[in-house]
């Protein structure tokens, strides 16, 4: 039997993505992601070749689960984890459980197949708190500002010690905000966006002066894709655009595109609190364009446009905006 890619948390925003490029290069896949009564399989469960991957439901804190689902895997991307920070600050446990076991159940599992070329690890710019120096590069500080991000830097270094203690072929990608069609609608474009679909008058948000640094979703894929085969074990790569922009840009950049005007309201339960509030993050992702060549090939309104598209066409509930910004 041909050794195969095993996605984590394939079948949500990111991994879905990763699925469907990689299957279109060829890749044989296995998919891990969570089950549910229903054996809803995410965002794959419309996807044309769903026959042609291999499922396993579960449940990634499962190390019995983990084991054989890694089994005969040639290469392993591992994204399964829970990632909204709002919902970090009421269930930190849950995060440490999925984050970072999820983690050390992946690691752990690949410690005897001997066969694996590639661990991909999915870190986050969230790891570095709000930046200090810009742009922010992989040497940066690490500033554990929500639970979410502790989770994270904890998964990073438990995987950088399985590469130093067990020589695993681990590599670290570290992206930067993603946005793009599938994304939650708990995450901040898509947040915005619906807004401006809804009845309500206002586009209820947090704090709208943070800047982030947004990567289009087949861009992050495509560094997913490059970074196989490089063998750069044990190292960390950021993934990012390189310019930021602050939300108040954003919202003013959907309302243009959209073509509706609403008023912006601040709203309490939106804001995180203070300490914990990432005021400005910036990648500098020149080592790994350095390594691989990549770079992201949407720019941002073009990327804007086609999540309006998405978010428009689809049928998300338009009314039902999340309260929470991740
Ligand atoms: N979206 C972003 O902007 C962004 C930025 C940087 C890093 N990341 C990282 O990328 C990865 C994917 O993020 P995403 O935005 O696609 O999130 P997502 O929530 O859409 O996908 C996460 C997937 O993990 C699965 N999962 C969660 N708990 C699980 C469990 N206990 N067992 C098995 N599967 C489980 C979910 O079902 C889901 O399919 C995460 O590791 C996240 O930290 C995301």
Same mark, same amino acid.
């Given at each position: 039997m041909s050794k195969k890619t095993l996605i984590t948390g394939g079948c949500g925003f990111i991994g879905s993505h990763i699925v469907e490029f990689f299957h279109s290069q060829n890749h044989d896949i296995k998919v891990l992601d969570k089950y549910n009564h229903s054996n809803s399989l995410g965002w794959l469960d419309n996807y044309k070749f769903r026959n042609d991957i291999e499922f396993c439901m579960g449940? @990634? =804190?499962d190390y019995d689960f983990v084991k054989s689902s890694a089994n005969n895997s040639r290469n392993i991307i591992h994204l399964a984890a829970l990632i909204g920070i709002p919902y970090s600050y009421i269930s930190p446990l849950a995060y440490l459980k999925t984050n970072i076991e999820g983690t050390y159940n992946i690691l752990q599992a690949s410690?005897?197949?001997?066969? @694996?070329n590639d661990i991909i690890v999915t870190s986050t710019s969230?790891? *570095?708190? #709000?930046? %200090? @120096?810009?742009?922010?590069?992989?040497?940066h500080s690490l500033n554990a500002q929500s639970p979410y991000s502790a989770t994270k830097i904890s998964a990073d270094s438990i995987s950088l010690s399985f590469y130093r203690s067990y020589d695993l072929p681990i590599t670290i990608l570290r992206p930067f905000n993603n946005y793009g069609? =599938?994304? #939650?609608? =708990?995450a901040i474009i898509p947040t915005i966006i619906s807004q401006f679909f809804n009845e309500n008058k206002y586009i209820e948000v947090g704090n709208i002066n943070t800047t982030r640094d947004f990567t289009y979703v087949s861009d992050t894929v495509s560094a997913f894709f490059k970074i196989l085969? %490089? %063998? %750069? *074990?044990?190292e960390i790569f950021n993934v990012s655009s390189g310019f930021d922009i602050s939300i108040e840009e954003v919202i003013k950049k959907v309302s243009k595109i959209v073509r509706i005007e609403k008023k912006i309201k601040k709203i309490k339960n939106r804001i995180r609190p203070s300490k914990s509030e990432v005021t400005r993050l910036l990648g500098d992702s020149k080592k790994f364009i350095k390594l691989t060549k990549w770079s992201p090939k949407i720019n941002f309104d073009d990327g804007l446009t086609k999540t309006i598209d998405w978010i428009k066409s689809s049928k998300i509930n338009l009314k039902n905006s999340s309260r929470y910004i991740v």
């Open positions: 449940d @990634i =804190r410690k005897n197949l001997t066969y @694996i969230e790891v *570095y708190g #709000s930046g %200090k @120096i810009f742009p922010m590069t992989e040497d069609p =599938r994304q #939650s609608n =708990r085969g %490089k %063998k %750069k *074990y044990g």
